[in-house]
């Protein structure tokens, strides 16, 4: 198990940037996948982004919503993720989460691939 805190939200005006931080402790971070989520109010919680080693090479993947804007990196010396959120819309205000995985998934849009969250942080775009 892995204890995340995320960081870095706040109020950011539409075409603004913002870039996320998720801070991992526990258990080694360098062998878990990464993703982030987001949850809007009366919204489900959604798939950003993710990223995670395998045989050498990083991967991602994201959302359609976040492709070409928004860019997930982590440090593994740092036990540290990120998510850097460029060009943001009045949409992408929401509840943003960290999630880590001990195992491979197929699917890794899925929340059940992710044993492990934090307590999320607040972006807020103005229109």
């Known amino acids: 198990q892995v204890q995340l805190v995320e960081s870095g939200g706040g109020l950011v005006q539409a075409g603004g940037s913002l870039k996320l931080s998720c801070a991992a402790s526990?258990?080694?971070?360098?062998?878990?996948?990464m993703a982030w989520f987001r949850q809007a109010p009366g919204k489900e919680r959604e798939f950003v982004a993710h990223i995670n080693w395998s045989m050498g090479t990083y991967y991602t993947s994201y959302s359609d919503s976040a492709k070409g804007r928004f860019t997930i990196s982590r440090d593994n010396t740092k036990n540290e993720g990120y998510l850097e959120m460029n060009s943001l819309k009045f949409e992408d205000t929401a509840v943003y989460y960290c999630?880590?995985?001990?195992?491979?998934?197929?699917?890794?849009?899925?929340?059940?691939?992710?044993?492990?969250w934090g307590q999320g942080t607040q972006v807020t775009v103005s229109s």
């Open positions: 999630a880590a995985a001990q195992s491979l998934c197929s699917d890794w849009s899925h929340r059940s691939c992710y044993d492990d």
């Open positions: 526990g258990r080694t971070f360098r062998g878990y996948a």
